[in-house]
Nanobody
């Protein structure tokens, strides 16, 4: 059974940091592209960061230099380290991957950046 469980969201002040985790089971994690998306209220879902099996990374322009995506293949887990958080980063963050051409999304974790 394919599953992903996200954790690490919360309330943080501007300039603060959070680390999101997404633990995946039921797939060959080490061979799978992984991504983090976010969706703010009233907006569409946008790609925040992605990492390939080989470790190549891509980021949305809005988070470059502040967020870092990483993966631990031994733990089947992908991380998103978020530094310098701003109110505009407030959103529900989702882990995403494809397995046998089907899209899988985590349950989402809320990140709120507020004074």
């Amino acid at each position: 059974q394919v599953q992903s469980v996200e954790s690490g969201g919360g309330l943080v002040q501007p300039g603060g940091s959070l680390r999101l985790s997404c633990a995946v089971s039921g797939i060959i994690f080490s061979g799978t592209d992984m991504g983090w998306y976010r969706q703010a209220p009233g907006q569409g879902r946008e790609l925040v960061a992605a990492i390939s099996p080989g470790g190549s990374k891509q980021y949305a322009d809005s988070v470059k230099g502040r967020f870092t995506i990483s993966r631990d293949n031994a733990k089947n887990t992908v991380y998103l380290q978020m530094n310098g958080l701003q109110p505009a980063d407030t959103a529900v963050y989702y882990c995403h991957f494809q397995w046998f051409q089907r899209d899988y999304w985590g349950q989402g974790t809320q990140v709120t950046v507020s004074p």
